[in-house]
């Protein structure tokens, strides 16, 4: 397996090998569980659901996957590449290019003083794209993907909505071509019906693109429509996981059970 | 290309008194190419169970389960997403889709999945809709608006939108007016006709004789011990 690749290339992907495994991930927080001995495989093209109340560890366990926090213990392969024995240049590399994260709050995730435009473009720019014009049609190509009007390029994020925030980020995330997207409560602040537009979008680019995606959320409703497949955390630990259906439909574990029958109804 | 053997299935609620609760046992039924087998019982004998465990959102707890070439009681997520995208619809009762998404777009869904061209699902989609009486003003609106009836004809023509090799249809001509009924029941017909397997569940029993080749009846499935 090579170690090269430039930022552009397009790489060969084989659907049956996965592309993120890990096994054993653990952090702690001294005596404190954050999450414990965490495994799982992703497969190219797969939405995997972490759900789970707050406090579960599923918000640690995306932060230990993305490298934003260092696991204590265990082993996380990208792509056949050791994450966690990576120089922190190398994955922070792999961070601008092949990786996304979209947090739950835009303003973590933008840089609100800079044009929306500029915002697609300076992750152009972090993965080397040097060319002005080439920027700015790419930025605007993105910025029409998540339904933001050409006319909004060059206004600032902090003069958008909250739902058209979120499609920014996604824009600025997805604009590099990353093959795997970490996304933390991505329709968490937002209206009902500004949740369903970014739902209907986000199942798009997931289908199109040929994305993996983790994505965490307390909002059952949301995975049920997204995710492929389904973890549930409870107190650190992975107490389920399965086909999203099947785990929301049949949930095994008294833990999943009591947080499927907690559902309100609509 | 279906056949189930010796099936079982049970419910553990551990959060009332880890009640364990067997529902099915010695299940077994085998569906031909081209072949529509009807599931009866009374309600709560398991039929929808039974159905559910082959689509595989409930477990099963014993038995196999063959779809073509994979097992669903024993299949990893990712076969039975793979079998779900390729070989098996289902057509259920209710209408899940994502607010806001037109019906054209919902009924083309299935076909995107697997790689169709935008104009081609659309155009697919449109067929469908059309032949199940779902007025063109109504196609770039969400179903999630529409009464009952509508929502259940946007389920089925979903459903029929890709040629499965094998289908489950819970109930498809429930509060169906009987010009609609005679539409379901064509589609039927003529997904048996390219060969397709189908496993129903269909109450209105005109229908169940007309497109039914055999009848299996859930209740010898029913565990012999009492709960």
Redesign the interface.
């Given at each position: 397996m090579t170690l090269h690749s430039t930022e552009f290339s397009q790489k060969i992907r084989d659907p049956d090998q996965p592309l993120l495994k890990v096994e054993g991930l653990t952090k702690r927080y001294g005596p404190r569980i954050g999450c414990l001995d965490v495994s799982f495989d992703l497969?190219p093209g797969?939405v995997l659901g972490i759900v789970g109340e707050s406090g579960s560890g599923k918000s640690t366990l995306l932060s230990c996957l993305a490298g934003h926090q260092r696991a204590d213990l265990g082993r996380i392969a990208y792509d056949g590449r050791d994450v966690l024995g990576m120089s922190e240049t190398e994955r922070r590399r792999l961070g601008r290019t092949d990786w996304a994260f979209v947090h739950q709050n835009p303003r973590d995730g933008l840089r609100m003083g800079v044009s929306a435009g500029g915002n697609v473009g300076e992750r152009l720019m972090a993965v080397g794209a040097r060319h002005y014009g080439d920027i700015r049609d790419k930025a605007q190509d993105w910025l029409g993907r998540v339904e933001i009007a050409s006319d909004r390029i060059d206004d600032r994020p902090s003069a958008f909505s909250g739902g058209m925030q979120q499609r920014l980020q996604i824009a600025r995330n997805l604009v590099t071509g990353p093959r795997l997207v970490f996304m933390d409560e991505p329709t968490g602040g937002l209206d009902?019906?500004v949740q369903?537009?970014l739902?209907?979008l986000l199942?798009g680019l997931v289908?199109d693109l040929g994305l993996s995606v983790i994505i965490v959320t307390h909002d059952l409703a949301v995975v049920?429509?997204l995710a492929?497949?389904l973890m549930v955390m409870k107190s650190g630990r992975v107490v389920e996981q399965?086909?999203t259906?099947?785990v929301?439909?049949?949930p095994?574990?008294?833990y999943t059970?009591?947080l499927v029958?907690s559902v309100l109804q609509v | 290309m279906i056949r189930v053997e010796n099936l079982s299935k049970s419910f553990t609620l551990h959060n009332q008194g880890s009640a364990v609760i067997p529902v099915m046992a010695g299940a077994h039924l085998s569906i031909q190419p081209g072949e529509c087998v009807g599931l009866t019982g009374q309600s709560g004998s398991g039929k929808s169970t039974l159905m559910r465990m082959v689509w595989g959102n409930y477990l099963a707890a014993g038995g196999s389960i063959m779809v073509g070439q994979t097992d669903v009681a024993t299949a990893e997520p990712r076969q039975i997403i793979a079998l779900r995208r390729h070989t098996l619809g289902y057509v259920s009762q209710f209408l899940r889709v994502v607010p806001r998404v037109p019906t054209l777009d919902v009924v083309a869904e299935p076909l995107l999945a697997l790689g169709s061209p935008l104009a081609d699902a659309r155009a697919k989609a449109a067929d469908l809709l059309q032949r199940l009486n779902i007025p063109e003003r109504l196609w770039p609106l969400s179903p999630t608006t529409f009464s009952g009836g509508e929502q259940q004809r946007v389920n089925i023509a979903r459903g029929f939108a890709h040629a499965y090799p094998a289908l489950l249809l819970d109930e498809p001509t429930a509060s169906l007016d009987a010009a609609n009924r005679e539409v379901v029941l064509t589609l039927i017909e003529e997904a048996k006709a390219r060969g397709a397997a189908i496993l129903g569940i269909f109450h209105d029993e005109g229908a169940r004789a007309r497109v039914c080749d055999r009848l299996v009846d859930v209740t010898g499935f029913t565990p012999k011990v009492a709960a």
């Amino acid at each position: 397996m090579t170690l090269h690749s430039t930022e552009f290339s397009q790489k060969i992907r084989d659907p049956d090998q996965p592309l993120l495994k890990v096994e054993g991930l653990t952090k702690r927080y001294g005596p404190r569980i954050g999450c414990l001995d965490v495994s799982f495989d992703l497969y190219p093209g797969e939405v995997l659901g972490i759900v789970g109340e707050s406090g579960s560890g599923k918000s640690t366990l995306l932060s230990c996957l993305a490298g934003h926090q260092r696991a204590d213990l265990g082993r996380i392969a990208y792509d056949g590449r050791d994450v966690l024995g990576m120089s922190e240049t190398e994955r922070r590399r792999l961070g601008r290019t092949d990786w996304a994260f979209v947090h739950q709050n835009p303003r973590d995730g933008l840089r609100m003083g800079v044009s929306a435009g500029g915002n697609v473009g300076e992750r152009l720019m972090a993965v080397g794209a040097r060319h002005y014009g080439d920027i700015r049609d790419k930025a605007q190509d993105w910025l029409g993907r998540v339904e933001i009007a050409s006319d909004r390029i060059d206004d600032r994020p902090s003069a958008f909505s909250g739902g058209m925030q979120q499609r920014l980020q996604i824009a600025r995330n997805l604009v590099t071509g990353p093959r795997l997207v970490f996304m933390d409560e991505p329709t968490g602040g937002l209206d009902v019906s500004v949740q369903a537009r970014l739902l209907d979008l986000l199942r798009g680019l997931v289908r199109d693109l040929g994305l993996s995606v983790i994505i965490v959320t307390h909002d059952l409703a949301v995975v049920r429509l997204l995710a492929h497949r389904l973890m549930v955390m409870k107190s650190g630990r992975v107490v389920e996981q399965g086909l999203t259906d099947q785990v929301l439909d049949d949930p095994q574990h008294a833990y999943t059970q009591l947080l499927v029958s907690s559902v309100l109804q609509v | 290309m279906i056949r189930v053997e010796n099936l079982s299935k049970s419910f553990t609620l551990h959060n009332q008194g880890s009640a364990v609760i067997p529902v099915m046992a010695g299940a077994h039924l085998s569906i031909q190419p081209g072949e529509c087998v009807g599931l009866t019982g009374q309600s709560g004998s398991g039929k929808s169970t039974l159905m559910r465990m082959v689509w595989g959102n409930y477990l099963a707890a014993g038995g196999s389960i063959m779809v073509g070439q994979t097992d669903v009681a024993t299949a990893e997520p990712r076969q039975i997403i793979a079998l779900r995208r390729h070989t098996l619809g289902y057509v259920s009762q209710f209408l899940r889709v994502v607010p806001r998404v037109p019906t054209l777009d919902v009924v083309a869904e299935p076909l995107l999945a697997l790689g169709s061209p935008l104009a081609d699902a659309r155009a697919k989609a449109a067929d469908l809709l059309q032949r199940l009486n779902i007025p063109e003003r109504l196609w770039p609106l969400s179903p999630t608006t529409f009464s009952g009836g509508e929502q259940q004809r946007v389920n089925i023509a979903r459903g029929f939108a890709h040629a499965y090799p094998a289908l489950l249809l819970d109930e498809p001509t429930a509060s169906l007016d009987a010009a609609n009924r005679e539409v379901v029941l064509t589609l039927i017909e003529e997904a048996k006709a390219r060969g397709a397997a189908i496993l129903g569940i269909f109450h209105d029993e005109g229908a169940r004789a007309r497109v039914c080749d055999r009848l299996v009846d859930v209740t010898g499935f029913t565990p012999k011990v009492a709960a």
